[in-house]
């Protein structure tokens, strides 16, 4: 066994040795030797201590013995097997069930091979091998003859040949080699390979046609999961609950004709401007390759003990002016007194620049920089007179090409503070700059939500517009408004708009937004989404519900489930448009939305409709997507006792048309049982409502 001995220094003397051994729960054994007098110690008396941590046999020697054995095994074309003629579905728990059935022995190994009609064994010895195969070769299971054959060797170094195969398709240096040769890690050495543009704009290197197609096609499969998900989920409710997933559109018929697809899926939206496009990007500082001051991108990961930056000028997403931005602020931070911020071990001063830009509201563009630092313990007055000599060399020479600047700081006083959060000062300029979309302005202050592409924001609004079915008695409801963007942009054809956004700087800029187009028919909460979007529901009148119309715009990770709820509960919302920039997200949440009602999902379940890709992201392997979902009443409703026969009577009210009578009971009955609200004889149903054209809300299932 392999030991390793420390041995703590004191003054002592050659004395009689007492041996002590502890086992510490099998993990190691400490062989403790104290090397002077049993008394001297008993008495605490100083001496020398020799410390051996002797490994046990269970924690080195037995893993590697078995991992040796278990390669030695997959290379011994005599001691493995493949067994054809399975049904591809059978799983591993199936197979191992039937070797057992069969009594045979000796087994080491077996690897059923996901949807293939084959699986390898490993045995032990050739002799277990040869014995099972006598017993397997011909034999008839669920209906198959099953078939041995010989296996074909696991090639030891397969691993590496695939790596430098893709490495020599990719067409890049390969310095990541010549780096390990010096003693670089294998993920430093990475870092320095790969190119600043290779890690932000990874599908750079293929024309912008190729990258629509390439997008449409990964929509394509991540879309072709939700019939899956909602399979499975089918799967795992009570048996007498299945036959409610029985839902029109994943009918086995269904699925086949739109080659898995839940709906129809449109081509991708092109991005206007293919390259300098974002509006928005974070520069981190560090250093780079070589050692020296770096206001860049992240080729590294700081978990692996990695941080190593790239110059932005060869990225395609950025934009000319952010680029000469980057390089005056990167020359700053090379001369400066304080250092660079490092973040594996937490310690500097300058941290990020965040840059975002306007791109329709004249020339020179406005750009707006925010630097972040970590003060630590430097004094207030050197932190202060840095930030001056910083805006004296931002303003010394305009930028080329130029733009108007203005420059806020975020200080932090430690590591246990991220880059965006602390205090904010406006160093010089304004602490916002203003963009335009759609003839319409919006104010962005530092640390708002805005779509990183202006041109892209703009198709994304006008296709919102187009297939939200608003009249001008519809209640807009936007959850994750952001700054307000996609809901103002249609506030003058709607009735009402109601914004729920958790930053409250966004909720701020959102209202300067209203009063800057002169909308006054807008609301913007400040509140996390799962608490103001069930405020808002159990607030609106029936006629508002009866017109509601959400658009939900959450962050990457989706929509929280008490949202999802909300939504779902609100009976009389029959359109929802999911603007999600992180496909599979949203096929989680429309599982929840499309499932069967029940106690947890109250509600008439929605379907998908038809999806809309939107590239945001040129250059990138990210493309968002605008869903369609949609729901009607088809049976009566057992919150609200309609019928479908009744609901249509009043969806089917022709457009402008006042309802009255049966249709105006019937739709304030629904809308107030919808939550359990008493019948509100007061309340003014004299505002057209419903205004469909061409049937937008008919039932469609």
Known sequence: MNAEATTLPDAAADASVSSHVVNRDTVEQVKVEYLDGVDDIVSNAPGRVKVEYLATESQEEEPNKN?????????????????DGLNKFCTQKDLKALLKKLDIDGVHRLKKVP???????????????????????????????????????????????????????????????????????????????????????????????????????????????LPIEMQRAARASPADQRPAWAFEWLSAERLREARGLPCPVEPVVPSPLERGYRNKCEFHCGLDAAGNACVGFTL???????????????VPSVSPHMIAAAARVQSFVASSRFPVFDKVSNVGFWRLLTARQAFHCGEPPQMLLMVSVQVGEAEATEVE?????????????????????????????????????????????????????????????????????????????????????????????????????????MASAVRRVIGVELNEAAVQDAKVNAELNGITNATFIAQKAETATRNVLDGLSPLEKANLVAIVDPPRAGLHPDVLKALRACSPLRRILYVSCHAPSFVQNA??????????????????????????????????????????????????????????????????TVPTGRSAELLQRACNASQGAKPDHHSDVSEPILKTEAGELKATE
Not at 67 to 83: C, H
Not at 301 to 307: F, W
Not at 460 to 484: K, Q, Y
Request: glycine share 6%.
């Open 67 to 83: 991992w040796q054995e278990s390669n030695k095994i997959s290379q011994d074309p005599q001691r493995q097997v493949r067994l």
């Open 300 to 314: 590294g990961q700081a978990k692996l003990g990695v941080h190593v930056l790239g110059d932005v000028s060869e």
């Open 591 to 656: 599982v929840a939305l499309c499932r069967p009602t029940s106690l947890k999902f109250r509600g008439e379940p929605f379907s998908p409709k038809r999806a809309f890709p939107v590239d945001l992201f040129p250059h990138t392997d990210k493309c968002e997507v605008v869903v369609l979902l949609e729901r009607s009443i088809t049976t009566t409703d057992c919150a609200t006792g309609v019928s479908s026969a009744e609901s249509a009577t009043v969806i089917n009210e022709p457009a402008g």
């Open 115 to 225: 949807n293939q009609a084959y699986c390898f064994i490993y045995f032990q010895t050739p002799e277990a091998r040869f014995a099972a195969e006598k017993m397997l070769d011909g034999y008839k299971w669920k209906g198959r003859a099953l078939s041995v054959l010989q296996a074909t060797p696991l090639d030891p170094d397969r691993f590496i040949k695939r790596h430098r195969e893709a490495e020599e398709r990719s067409g890049l240096p390969d310095a990541k080699r010549a780096a390990m040769d010096t003693g670089c890690s294998r993920e430093h050495a990475a870092a320095i390979e790969r190119t600043v543009a290779d890690v932000v704009a990874p599908l750079h290197r293929l024309p912008y046609a190729e990258q629509l197609e390439k997008k449409q096609s990964a929509m394509y499969k991540i879309l072709r999961t």
């Open 385 to 489: 007179a840095e930030f001056e000599r910083l805006a004296a060399h931002l303003q010394a020479t305009p930028l080329q090409p130029p733009a108007l600047l203005s420059l806020v700081a975020l200080q932090s006083d430690g590591p246990g503070e991220t880059a965006n959060s602390g205090d904010i000062k406006l160093v010089f300029g304004d602490a916002y700059l203003q963009e335009r979309i759609l003839d319409m302005t919006f104010r962005i202050s530092p640390f708002a939500f805005f779509q990183v592409n202006s041109g892209g924001a703009e198709c994304l609004c006008s296709l919102l517009r187009s297939h939200c079915g608003i009249t001008e008695s519809t209640v807009l409801l936007d959850v994750c408004c952001g700054t307000g963007t996609l809901s103002l942009s």
